[in-house]
């Protein structure tokens, strides 16, 4: 038997096992998936700031930015909160502002 070795990236499954974990909380599968893809995002951001890489945001604008967004409330995912907001669809994850579309995860 000749040995084959399966390379993925791992925000892929990231999405999915945190889509698939939102669906166990009673969120449909479309708020699902967009939360899904809020936690994908989040995971490499805050390592990159662990690292370094990125620079924290300072407090003045977080608190500016939090007031900006309206009726934002926040959705604990696999350890990660995940900034959501009621739209006529449904929960969707907020990423600069803007719901984040299931069908942008498809």
Known sequence: ???????????????????????????????????????AGLTPQSRGRRLGIYKPVPQEVKKVRAR??????????????????????GVRAVSKNKPIEAMSVE
């Open 1 to 39: 038997m000749t040995e084959r070795t399966v390379l993925i990236n791992r925000a892929p499954v990231l999405t999915l096992w945190a889509s698939t974990v939102a669906e166990r909380l009673g969120f449909d599968q479309d708020e699902a998936l967009s939360l899904g893809k809020s936690v």
């Open 68 to 89: 900006k967004r309206g009726e934002e409330f926040l959705i604990e995912i696999c350890g990660r909160s995940v900034p959501a907001i009621n739209t006529t669809e």
